[in-house]
Protein backbone atom coordinates (compact mmCIF):
# COMPACT_ATOMS: atom_id res chain seq x y z
CA UNK A 1 0.00 0.00 0.00
CA UNK A 2 1.16 3.32 -0.78
CA UNK A 3 1.05 6.47 1.69
CA UNK A 4 0.77 9.80 0.27
CA UNK A 5 1.78 12.37 2.93
CA UNK A 6 -0.67 15.23 2.58
CA UNK A 7 -1.66 18.28 4.40
CA UNK A 8 -5.20 17.48 4.24
CA UNK A 9 -7.92 19.26 2.80
CA UNK A 10 -8.18 23.12 3.25
CA UNK A 11 -9.20 26.09 1.41
CA UNK A 12 -12.31 24.16 -0.12
CA UNK A 13 -9.70 22.43 -1.85
CA UNK A 14 -8.43 18.43 -1.68
CA UNK A 15 -5.42 19.93 -0.71
CA UNK A 16 -3.75 23.84 0.03
CA UNK A 17 -0.64 22.12 -1.50
CA UNK A 18 -0.66 22.24 -5.47
CA UNK A 19 1.94 19.82 -5.78
CA UNK A 20 -0.10 17.49 -3.32
CA UNK A 21 -2.76 17.42 -5.53
CA UNK A 22 -0.63 16.96 -8.59
CA UNK A 23 0.63 13.89 -6.63
CA UNK A 24 -2.65 12.26 -6.07
CA UNK A 25 -4.38 12.76 -9.27
CA UNK A 26 -1.11 11.04 -10.55
CA UNK A 27 -2.39 8.09 -7.89
CA UNK A 28 -5.35 8.44 -9.21
CA UNK A 29 -4.90 8.12 -12.74
CA UNK A 30 -2.54 5.07 -12.74
CA UNK A 31 -5.31 3.55 -10.11
CA UNK A 32 -2.89 2.60 -7.29
CA UNK A 33 -4.32 2.28 -3.89
CA UNK A 34 -3.14 4.53 -2.03
CA UNK A 35 -3.78 6.25 1.40
CA UNK A 36 -3.07 9.90 2.46
CA UNK A 37 -1.76 10.86 5.79
CA UNK A 38 -1.19 14.28 7.20
CA UNK A 39 1.42 13.80 9.68
CA UNK A 40 3.99 13.63 7.51
CA UNK A 41 5.53 16.82 7.35
CA UNK A 42 8.20 16.49 10.42
CA UNK A 43 9.68 13.68 8.62
CA UNK A 44 9.87 15.00 4.72
CA UNK A 45 13.01 13.71 3.29
CA UNK A 46 13.42 16.94 1.78
CA UNK A 47 11.25 19.24 4.43
CA UNK A 48 8.38 19.39 1.96
CA UNK A 49 5.10 17.86 0.79
CA UNK A 50 4.00 15.71 -0.67
CA UNK A 51 6.25 12.37 -0.38
CA UNK A 52 5.35 9.24 -0.99
CA UNK A 53 5.87 6.07 1.27
CA UNK A 54 5.93 2.61 -1.21
CA UNK A 55 7.08 -0.72 0.05
CA UNK A 56 9.82 1.14 2.33
CA UNK A 57 10.72 3.51 -0.08
CA UNK A 58 10.16 6.90 0.41
CA UNK A 59 10.47 9.27 -2.81
CA UNK A 60 10.05 12.95 -2.18
CA UNK A 61 9.01 15.47 -4.57
CA UNK A 62 6.14 15.54 -7.17
CA UNK A 63 8.01 14.88 -10.27
CA UNK A 64 10.17 12.24 -8.71
CA UNK A 65 6.71 10.76 -7.53
CA UNK A 66 5.61 10.67 -10.77
CA UNK A 67 8.90 9.17 -12.54
CA UNK A 68 8.59 6.38 -9.70
CA UNK A 69 4.73 5.45 -10.29
CA UNK A 70 5.90 5.11 -14.04
CA UNK A 71 9.25 2.88 -13.60
CA UNK A 72 7.60 0.76 -11.09
CA UNK A 73 4.13 0.23 -12.28
CA UNK A 74 4.77 0.42 -15.89
CA UNK A 75 2.93 3.50 -16.66
CA UNK A 76 3.37 6.24 -19.05
CA UNK A 77 1.49 9.25 -18.63
CA UNK A 78 2.11 10.70 -21.67
CA UNK A 79 1.00 7.16 -23.62
CA UNK A 80 -0.39 8.14 -27.09
CA UNK A 81 1.71 12.05 -27.15
CA UNK A 82 4.43 12.83 -29.70
CA UNK A 83 7.85 13.99 -28.41
CA UNK A 84 7.10 17.61 -30.01
CA UNK A 85 3.87 17.37 -27.25
CA UNK A 86 5.82 15.77 -24.13
CA UNK A 87 8.18 18.52 -24.61
CA UNK A 88 5.12 21.12 -24.24
CA UNK A 89 3.46 19.34 -21.75
CA UNK A 90 6.67 19.72 -19.78
CA UNK A 91 7.50 23.34 -20.35
CA UNK A 92 3.81 23.55 -19.22
CA UNK A 93 4.54 22.42 -16.04
CA UNK A 94 7.34 24.15 -14.78
CA UNK A 95 5.57 27.48 -16.30
CA UNK A 96 2.82 26.65 -13.22
CA UNK A 97 5.37 24.98 -10.82
CA UNK A 98 8.66 26.93 -10.63
CA UNK A 99 6.30 30.71 -11.80
CA UNK A 100 2.74 30.31 -11.50
CA UNK A 101 3.32 28.30 -8.14
CA UNK A 102 5.46 31.74 -6.85
CA UNK A 103 2.49 33.80 -7.65
CA UNK A 104 0.11 31.67 -5.59
CA UNK A 105 2.60 31.67 -3.04
CA UNK A 106 2.79 35.30 -2.70
CA UNK A 107 -0.88 36.06 -2.74
CA UNK A 108 -1.66 33.79 0.26
CA UNK A 109 1.05 35.01 2.50
CA UNK A 110 1.87 38.33 1.90
CA UNK A 111 -1.43 40.14 1.74
CA UNK A 112 -2.79 40.26 5.20
CA UNK A 113 -6.82 39.47 4.78
CA UNK A 114 -5.59 36.45 2.53
CA UNK A 115 -2.50 35.01 4.97
CA UNK A 116 -5.73 34.95 7.62
CA UNK A 117 -7.98 33.42 6.04
CA UNK A 118 -5.78 30.94 4.63
CA UNK A 119 -2.30 30.22 5.93
CA UNK A 120 -3.40 31.15 9.44
CA UNK A 121 -4.74 27.93 9.95
CA UNK A 122 -1.64 26.21 9.83
CA UNK A 123 -0.64 27.45 13.01
CA UNK A 124 -3.64 26.78 14.94
CA UNK A 125 -1.83 24.24 17.01
CA UNK A 126 0.78 26.24 18.14
CA UNK A 127 0.05 27.70 21.58
CA UNK A 128 -1.53 31.00 21.77
CA UNK A 129 1.08 33.02 23.23
CA UNK A 130 3.99 31.65 20.98
CA UNK A 131 1.68 31.94 17.63
CA UNK A 132 2.56 35.24 16.73
CA UNK A 133 6.20 34.75 16.90
CA UNK A 134 5.88 31.89 15.22
CA UNK A 135 3.63 33.34 12.22
CA UNK A 136 6.30 35.84 11.99
CA UNK A 137 8.81 34.16 11.53
CA UNK A 138 7.58 31.91 9.19
CA UNK A 139 5.92 34.61 7.00
CA UNK A 140 9.36 36.03 6.68
CA UNK A 141 11.17 33.20 5.77
CA UNK A 142 7.83 32.36 2.88
CA UNK A 143 8.61 36.33 1.80
CA UNK A 144 12.74 35.48 2.05
CA UNK A 145 12.09 32.21 -0.33
CA UNK A 146 10.03 34.73 -2.03
CA UNK A 147 12.52 37.36 -2.64
CA UNK A 148 15.46 34.17 -3.74
CA UNK A 149 13.03 33.43 -6.36
CA UNK A 150 12.83 36.73 -8.30
CA UNK A 151 8.75 37.12 -8.13
CA UNK A 152 9.15 38.85 -4.54
CA UNK A 153 11.13 42.11 -6.08
CA UNK A 154 8.18 42.79 -8.17
CA UNK A 155 5.21 44.97 -7.25
CA UNK A 156 2.04 43.33 -6.96
CA UNK A 157 1.00 45.12 -10.36
CA UNK A 158 3.89 42.86 -11.97
CA UNK A 159 3.21 39.77 -10.22
CA UNK A 160 -0.78 40.60 -11.54
CA UNK A 161 0.70 41.09 -14.96
CA UNK A 162 3.42 37.82 -14.67
CA UNK A 163 0.69 35.86 -13.17
CA UNK A 164 -2.00 36.31 -15.81
CA UNK A 165 -0.07 35.90 -19.03
CA UNK A 166 0.79 32.73 -17.38
CA UNK A 167 -2.85 31.60 -16.85
CA UNK A 168 -3.72 33.10 -20.03
CA UNK A 169 -0.97 30.95 -21.91
CA UNK A 170 -2.50 27.53 -20.23
CA UNK A 171 -6.54 28.72 -21.27
CA UNK A 172 -4.84 29.27 -25.21
CA UNK A 173 -3.48 25.97 -25.01
CA UNK A 174 -6.20 24.47 -23.71
CA UNK A 175 -8.60 25.95 -25.74
CA UNK A 176 -11.74 24.05 -26.78
CA UNK A 177 -10.36 20.73 -25.39
CA UNK A 178 -11.63 18.73 -23.26
CA UNK A 179 -7.90 17.94 -21.70
CA UNK A 180 -4.51 19.81 -22.62
CA UNK A 181 -3.63 16.80 -25.31
CA UNK A 182 -7.26 16.07 -26.24
CA UNK A 183 -10.11 13.51 -25.05
CA UNK A 184 -8.43 11.95 -22.37
CA UNK A 185 -5.81 13.52 -19.86
CA UNK A 186 -1.75 13.09 -19.92
CA UNK A 187 0.42 13.62 -16.99
CA UNK A 188 0.06 17.34 -17.51
CA UNK A 189 -3.59 17.32 -16.49
CA UNK A 190 -2.75 16.50 -12.90
CA UNK A 191 -0.43 19.56 -12.63
CA UNK A 192 -2.63 21.82 -14.93
CA UNK A 193 -5.66 21.00 -12.89
CA UNK A 194 -3.72 21.15 -9.75
CA UNK A 195 -2.33 25.19 -9.99
CA UNK A 196 -5.38 26.12 -11.84
CA UNK A 197 -7.78 24.80 -9.01
CA UNK A 198 -5.07 26.63 -6.47
CA UNK A 199 -5.24 29.96 -8.54
CA UNK A 200 -9.38 29.74 -8.78
CA UNK A 201 -9.57 29.24 -4.79
CA UNK A 202 -12.80 31.36 -3.86
CA UNK A 203 -11.29 32.50 -0.50
CA UNK A 204 -8.36 34.50 -2.04
CA UNK A 205 -8.57 37.65 -3.13
CA UNK A 206 -5.41 37.46 -6.34
CA UNK A 207 -4.63 38.41 -8.99
CA UNK A 208 -4.24 34.66 -10.27
CA UNK A 209 -7.87 34.36 -9.17
CA UNK A 210 -8.92 37.14 -11.46
CA UNK A 211 -6.80 35.77 -14.42
CA UNK A 212 -7.96 32.24 -14.16
CA UNK A 213 -12.06 33.30 -13.65
CA UNK A 214 -11.75 35.32 -17.17
CA UNK A 215 -11.42 32.19 -18.72
CA UNK A 216 -14.80 29.57 -18.77
CA UNK A 217 -12.58 26.64 -20.62
CA UNK A 218 -10.37 26.30 -16.93
CA UNK A 219 -13.28 27.05 -15.16
CA UNK A 220 -15.39 24.08 -16.96
CA UNK A 221 -11.64 22.02 -17.56
CA UNK A 222 -11.48 22.36 -13.61
CA UNK A 223 -15.12 20.67 -13.07
CA UNK A 224 -14.73 18.28 -15.52
CA UNK A 225 -11.22 17.06 -13.77
CA UNK A 226 -13.12 17.27 -10.53
CA UNK A 227 -15.96 14.66 -12.03
CA UNK A 228 -13.35 12.24 -12.84
CA UNK A 229 -10.72 12.15 -9.95
CA UNK A 230 -13.00 13.68 -7.21
CA UNK A 231 -16.36 12.37 -7.87
CA UNK A 232 -17.37 12.19 -4.01
CA UNK A 233 -17.13 16.26 -4.60
CA UNK A 234 -19.25 18.66 -6.24
CA UNK A 235 -16.91 21.46 -7.24
CA UNK A 236 -13.55 22.02 -6.52
CA UNK A 237 -12.39 25.99 -6.84
CA UNK A 238 -16.26 26.88 -7.42
CA UNK A 239 -15.88 25.18 -10.64
CA UNK A 240 -19.26 22.50 -10.86
CA UNK A 241 -18.24 19.39 -11.29
CA UNK A 242 -19.73 18.16 -14.81
CA UNK A 243 -17.94 15.28 -16.65
N1 LIG B 1 9.21 20.52 -5.99
C1 LIG B 1 8.33 20.07 -4.94
C2 LIG B 1 7.67 21.25 -4.30
C3 LIG B 1 6.88 20.88 -3.05
C4 LIG B 1 6.52 22.09 -2.20
O1 LIG B 1 6.94 23.23 -2.49
N2 LIG B 1 5.77 21.85 -1.14
C5 LIG B 1 5.41 22.90 -0.21
C6 LIG B 1 3.90 23.08 -0.15
S1 LIG B 1 3.23 23.67 -1.66
C7 LIG B 1 5.83 22.49 1.20
O2 LIG B 1 5.76 21.34 1.57
N3 LIG B 1 6.23 23.46 2.03
C8 LIG B 1 6.50 23.21 3.41
C9 LIG B 1 7.69 23.92 3.90
O3 LIG B 1 8.42 24.51 3.07
O4 LIG B 1 7.91 23.86 5.11
C10 LIG B 1 7.35 19.06 -5.53
O5 LIG B 1 7.18 19.01 -6.76
O6 LIG B 1 6.79 18.25 -4.78
Known amino acids: MITLYTFGPAFGLPDPSPFVMKAEVLLKMAGLVYHADTKGLRRAPKGKLPYIEDDGERIADSTFIRWHIEKKYGIDFDRGLSREQR ?4 AFEKLAEDHLYWAIVEARWSDD ?3 A ?4 IFFRRIPSPLRPVVIAMIRRRVRNALRAHGIGRHSQAEIGALAASSIDAF ?6 KPFF ?4 PTGIDATAFAFIAAALCPIF ?3 TRTAAERHDNLRAYVGRMTARYYPERSEIAGCIAVA
Open 117 to 120: KGPQ
Open 113 to 115: ANF
Open 205 to 207: TAA
Open 171 to 176: AEFLGA
Open 87 to 90: ATAW
Open 181 to 184: FGRE
